[in-house]
Each structure stands twice: as structure tokens, then as C-alpha cells.
């Protein structure tokens, strides 16, 4: 739905519904990236809540431990599990290393998803996470001419900004006088930012509430436009 590293983009999830009724239409197996995306990233537990397709497999890092250790999870279908499990090595698949199921990790990754259920924007009710980001500000600030487009979605809201003249290069490797006085104007105000190309990012964590949200889009905010 969101594609992280390579440049916060949009993906349509009525596209991607359509994609996996098609590979399944096709007996393609549907496997979802979520190292990313998954774990509240995106204001829902899985991504599938907001494509309305089940994976057959999916793979989750990241928000799994809360950032305290590193580890990552692969779940299966039961039909995938299956295919594999086998008392012979030439139909199991064989594959494990050292730091499978590592006792820290299991116990962190334990505690951060009881946790994220606790969590000041988390709707019982939905079973969701209530808006981070405040839709007016949003909606604002992507009329604004130096901006070509404001994605909020879960704990992330992705700017990417209109790079007009002065800009040099595409895609991820975009990188436009605007970018570069906004990234070091929003440094020098405290803010850890990784841009990809021209697209600025927030991106808070499951934990954190709407009111430090409201008061880092603000600030977000101002530094865009005195440094358009």
C-alpha cells in the first residue's frame, strides 16, 4: 500500500486487490512484503485490512520488536505450510540459522504487540488506529504550490515536494534546491530526516499520541514554507 525505502509511494489498494484476485485466478502465490508497512505502520494491523486480500505468505520486521532488537517473522497459509512439511530433507524445506527464534527477540516482539494495543490512538472497537495526522493541515499544505503531493497514512505523512527549477534528477535520486534547504532547515530545528529524492517524511511511532503529532506537523509545516 505504501512503498517505504522506495520513495513513500501510493499504491492503490483497489489495484492491488484486483492484482491478487488475479494471481490467485492464476494459482500464483500472493506474498506481502509488510516489514515495512505492517505492525500499525499504516494505522492497521496488516496491510490485507486495507487491500481486503489475505496473503499466502507475509513477511514482518521492524515494528515487531519496537526497534529494541532485531528480528523478523515469515507466516504461512496453512496450504504453504503444508506443501513443505515433509519427515524427508528432499520435500522439507530446510532453513534456519542461528538466531531463529532468539529468546530477547521473541520476548521484545511479545511485549511490543501487547503493547501497540494500549496505545493512545488505538480504537478497540475498529481494532484500528485512530488519524495521526490532522486531515485539514494535510489537505492544506498540498495546495501549496512548492508541493506536489501529501500522503498521511498511519504513522507516516510523506511530502514530496515540487522541485520546480534547480532540481536534478528523478525518482530517488531527485534532488532539488528546495529539498536540500528543507532537509538542512529541518535538521537544524532537531528533526532526524532521511528524504527519498524530493519526498520529506514524518513518521511517528504506534506509542505516540495526537497531540505530539499535531505539535510536529506544525513545526513540519512552518519550516516547509519558510524554506520555500
Not at 508497512?37 to 486480500?53: C, D, Y
Not at 532488537?69 to 540459522?97: C, Q, V, W
Not at 532537509?183 to 527519498?196: D, H, I, K, T, Y
Not at 499520541?209 to 514554507?225: P, R, W, Y
Request: net charge negative; hydrophobic share 40%; glycine share 8%.
Amino acid at each position: 500500500v505504501l512503498l517505504g525505502a522506495g520513495g513513500m509511494k501510493l499504491v492503490d489498494p483497489l489495484f492491488q486487490s484486483t492484482l491478487v484476485r488475479e494471481c490467485r485466478a492464476q494459482q500464483i502465490p500472493v506474498i506481502y512484503d509488510e516489514v515495512f508497512a505492517g505492525l500499525w505502520r499504516l494505522g492497521v494491523e496488516s496491510a490485507s485490512e486495507i487491500v481486503g486480500e489475505v496473503p499466502d505468505i507475509a513477511i514482518y520486521s521492524k515494528l515487531l520488536t519496537g526497534g529494541f532488537a532485531p528480528m523478523s517473522i515469515t507466516l504461512a497459509a496453512p496450504h504453504i505450510f503444508e506443501y513443505f512439511r515433509a519427515d524427508n530433507k528432499a520435500d522439507a524445506l530446510l532453513h534456519g540459522h542461528s538466531y531463529t527464534a532468539y529468546p530477547i527477540g521473541c520476548a521484545a516482539a511479545v511485549h511490543a504487540l501487547k503493547q501497540y494495543r494500549h496505545a493512545p490512538q488505538y480504537d478497540p472497537q475498529t481494532n484500528r488506529m485512530m488519524e495521526f495526522w490532522d486531515e485539514d493541515v494535510a489537505e492544506e499544505l498540498s495546495h501549496q504550490p512548492h508541493i506536489k503531493s501529501v500522503v498521511p497514512l498511519g504513522t507516516v505523512i510523506a511530502i514530496e515536494l515540487n522541485p520546480g527549477e534547480g532540481g536534478e534528477g528523478g525518482g530517488y535520486s531527485a534532488k532539488s534546491e528546495l529539498q536540500q534547504r528543507v532537509v538542512e532547515n529541518l535538521r537544524a530545528s532537531g528533526f532526524f530526516v532521511r528524504p527519498l529524492g524530493n519526498v520529506v517524511y514524518l513518521m511517528c511511532t504506534p506509542m505516540t499520541d495526537k497531540e505530539e503529532c499535531d505539535s510536529m506537523l506544525s513545526k513540519f509545516v512552518t519550516i516547509l514554507n519558510d524554506s520555500a
